[in-house]
């Protein structure tokens, strides 16, 4: 089977994990960057050694007959205008999360256009969480009961995206948005219920601090309770646990996609049955890059599993605008 030629539309993150990622997988080639800085774009295809072409408008990049697959890794206000494009020159997709920034502009898209198009919503790839989606499927926790979810980090990107609410900036959007994909993926629900949501934010000298307190509900019977803090303890810590009929399991990070303290606690009748840890040996390193290889090889497969589709990427869409509407 021959290699998926790959353009890349936005470098920014591109160049910390989607370039490395492909460049370390079999099966692909980077054969076209598209920036609106050219001089970076440049610059960086002469840094990583690339021989690929060089576009400033990502519209040619995408009707190029050289390119199997689009890579969108723009700041979410242009996704949705990017996945329709490659929709209609019927290519493979690859877009980053959240997809779109309204259920309102995806929900005339025609998905049957492409053969291959997900969102990267990497906690689906990632090993921890992996493990536990092959333990439920496996009944090893027995029916789910509760889900308990509480993350809290400092962000240090300054991209300028990041810090407007309403090109995807909001911690609803950026954030949430992989706690509520990660919920669907555990659960293999498609919808839920709202017991309640508080969002409160402030600005502390030029930092936005804000924080989510919710509760949802999957078939009325998973109870799962949600805190989400940005910016406002240093301290970071990302924990899921989930009680299960038969087992419960605690995933720790120190922040997710790092190895550093990341371990899974598997407990039986309160009894701890076994540890998961990694090796936090090696330096630092972001880990992001291998959960982003494990989805590439998953793309790969003539039928991929576990991805988050359009389809799907459009549904959480839906939902995150009940949540949304909170913070607007």
């Known amino acids: ?70 890579d969108i890794v723009t700041p979410p206000k242009f ?72 993350w809290t980090f400092s962000s240090k990107n300054k991209a300028s995206w990041k810090k407007s609410k309403n090109n995807g900036g909001n911690i609803v959007d950026d954030v949430f948005c992989h706690v509520l994909d990660y919920l669907f993926f555990l659960t293999d629900n498609k919808d839920l219920e709202i017991g309640k949501f508080g969002y409160f934010r402030k600005k502390v000298s030029d930092t936005l601090q804000e924080e989510i307190d919710c509760k949802v509900f999957f078939e009325e019977t998973i109870d799962v309770d949600i805190k989400i803090k940005k910016n406002i303890e240093s301290e970071n810590k990302h924990s899921i646990e989930i009680f299960g009929e038969i087992r419960n399991i605690v995933i720790n990070y120190f922040s997710p996609f790092t190895p550093l303290d990341k371990n899974m606690t598997i407990k039986r009748n309160g009894v701890i049955e076994e540890i998961i840890s990694e090796d936090s040996s090696f330096p630092l390193c972001d880990d992001r890059i291998i959960s982003f290889c494990n989805l590439l090889r998953e793309f790969k497969k003539v039928s991929p599993k576990n991805l988050c589709d359009l389809k799907f990427g459009a549904n959480i869409r839906f939902h995150l605008d009940r949540f949304t509407k909170y913070i607007y």
């Open 1 to 70: 089977m021959k290699d998926l030629r790959v353009g890349l539309i936005g470098l920014n993150f591109a160049s910390r994990v989607h370039i490395p990622s492909l460049q370390k997988t079999s099966g692909f080639e980077i054969v076209a960057l598209c920036s609106k800085n050219i001089i970076n774009a440049k610059r960086l295809k002469k840094t990583i050694k690339l021989d690929c072409e060089i576009y400033d408008d990502p519209n040619q990049l995408i009707q190029s007959q050289e390119i199997d697959l689009i």
């Open 79 to 150: 996704h949705a205008t990017l996945v329709k494009k490659s929709l209609q020159n019927k290519k493979n997709i690859l877009c980053e999360k959240p997809f779109g920034l309204c259920f309102k502009e995806l929900k005339n898209l025609d998905f049957n256009y492409s053969e291959k198009a997900f969102v990267n919503y990497l906690f689906r790839s990632e090993k921890l969480l992996s493990i536990l989606k092959k333990k439920i499927e496996d009944g090893q926790i027995g029916s789910l009961k509760k889900i308990n979810i509480y």
